[in-house]
């Protein structure tokens, strides 16, 4: 306690030092949460983070999440330092696209408007015509669609299929999938939900299709977050990364929210909706990426490709619907 105790005070006085605020995701853990919210930084879902780094004064970025959010930092604000706690916290989603196939699939069906969702590297992003992260995906689709364009979608193949199902969009999918997501379990979720028949089933749709259809609301972190706090019930059952009961819980002190099980739930793994990487950003790697900066924390993207990559993300910052 009081060596976190220290870290924090000295977090606080090298983001002041350096101009620098933290940007951090609801999957990061509670303490680092807390202390984006306490040094006037942001805690959001990918979407925000996004935006709530470009247009941020702060010389220097620090972004607390995953490798893609830091990239997409610094795509949007070439000119600023963006640092991450470790460049080893990747994606699973990013990691299971790697351009050259990614490529070589969008060149396959050059009539396809290309969709990727925001958890990809910087060069999939180049390849693509738009970029999406779970909060705008469906009301972009939906427009793509209305415009009578057809959609090749990647990589995540749950979260694809949801949209498909929902706007009706003639889609065709990279067949990647989220490591946490992928393990919400449909009979176990059913039978939680005879324990607890009140409680209202919130999803992620980076889940699996049968977990989505159990679902009371469907949505991205923040449209989750939302739906615990609008909805009359007083107990959840949540199907996503367990670091957004932080926020939760925060907003709503007097509800119950309650992880939907996994795979490994039970006597062998209590919490095993947490993404390892997310689990990266402590806050001792925080204070060490803002002290020392370098190969080891800060963000490079090669500048032709950040150009190209630049416009997908743009449109979608600029979606209006
Ligand atoms: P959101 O865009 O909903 O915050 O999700 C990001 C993510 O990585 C989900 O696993
Ligand atoms: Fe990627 Fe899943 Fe982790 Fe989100 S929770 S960053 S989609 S691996």
């Avoid at 949007?76 to 990747?90: D, G, I, R, S």
């Avoid at 929210?257 to 490994?264: D, K, N, R, S, V």
Wanted: hydrophobic share 40%; charged share 20%; glycine share 6%.
């Amino acid at each position: 306690e009081q060596e976190q105790a220290a870290y924090k005070a000295r977090i606080k006085q090298l983001l002041q030092e350096k101009n620098a605020v933290l940007v951090a995701h609801y999957y990061t853990d509670p303490e680092i949460q807390a202390l984006a919210e306490e040094t006037g930084g942001c805690v959001s879902d990918s979407l925000e983070m996004a935006r709530f780094g470009a247009n941020h004064t702060a010389d220097t970025l620090i972004v607390a999440g995953v490798k893609f959010m830091g990239e997409t930092a610094k795509i949007l604000t070439p000119n600023k330092t963006v640092l991450m706690p470790t460049l080893e916290a990747t994606c699973s989603l990013d990691i299971g696209c790697p351009i050259e196939e990614f490529s070589a699939f969008c060149d396959a069906h050059p009539e396809r408007t290309v969709v990727v969702y925001a958890n990809t590297s910087a060069a999939v992003k180049a390849r693509a015509d738009w970029v999406v992260t779970s909060s705008i995906a469906l009301d972009i689709v939906d427009h793509l669609d209305a415009e009578g364009e057809t959609i090749l979608w990647g990589p995540d193949k749950h979260l694809g299929a949801y949209i498909q199902k929902q706007t009706g969009a003639d889609m065709i999918m990279w067949q990647g999938a989220c490591v946490v997501h992928d393990e919400f379990k449909t009979k176990a979720l059913e039978d939680l939900k005879k324990v607890y028949p009140e409680a209202a089933i919130l999803v992620h749709p980076e889940s699996p299709a049968p977990v989505v259809e159990l679902a009371d609301a469907v949505g991205s972190t923040s449209q989750l977050i939302k739906a615990s706090q609008e909805m009359p019930n007083e107990t959840f059952i949540v199907a996503t990364d367990r670091g957004i009961f932080y926020k939760m819980q925060q907003l709503s002190p007097e509800k119950h929210f309650i992880e939907a099980p996994t795979a490994g739930s039970g006597a062998t793994c209590r919490s095993c909706a947490h993404c390892p990487w997310m689990a990266m950003n402590g806050l001792v790697a925080i204070a060490e990426a803002l002290e020392h900066g370098g190969k080891a924390h800060e963000i490079q993207v090669d500048p032709a490709l950040a150009e190209k990559a630049m416009k997908p993300l743009q449109r979608m910052l600029n979606f209006k619907n």
